[in-house]
């Protein structure tokens, strides 16, 4: 089981950036490949990024590559996600998500994520 705790979300102006982190309880954390979703006002929850067990391996959305960058240390139990140039476009609610049973692939729909956290809101004003 894993229990996921966001935060670091808030408004932040156009430009700006951001960090996030999911702080994660449960044993089974440094073997759970996890990912950040964020959802958009009326829209669905769509995948941003992704991270391996060990974190050697990293897999984003083409909306957000080069602006976002996943990192997690196993030590502390916390996978960040860090924006940078925020859009407008780029609010949503961001969740964290783990999945126990990755192996060598990468999943981009939220149906295949067990564990949640209760997600972190980030207004971005123009």
């Known amino acids: 089981q894993v229990q996921l705790v966001e935060s670091g979300g808030g408004l932040v102006q156009a430009g700006g950036s951001l960090r996030l982190s999911c702080a994660a309880s449960?044993?089974?954390?440094?073997?759970?490949?996890m990912a950040w979703f964020r959802q958009a006002p009326g829209k669905e929850r769509e995948f941003a990024a992704a991270i391996s067990w060990s974190g050697g391996s990293t897999f984003y959305a083409d909306s957000v590559k080069g602006r976002f960058t996943i990192s997690r240390d196993n030590a502390k139990n916390t996978v960040y996600l860090q924006i940078n140039s925020l859009k407008p476009d780029d609010t949503a609610v961001y969740y964290c998500?783990?999945?126990?049973?990755?192996?060598?692939?990468?999943?981009?729909?939220?149906?295949?994520?067990?564990?949640w956290g209760q997600g972190t809101q980030v207004p971005v004003g123009s």
């Open positions: 998500a783990a999945r126990l049973d990755s192996g060598s692939s990468w999943y981009v729909s939220p149906a295949s994520y067990a564990y």
């Open positions: 449960g044993r089974t954390f440094s073997s759970a490949a």
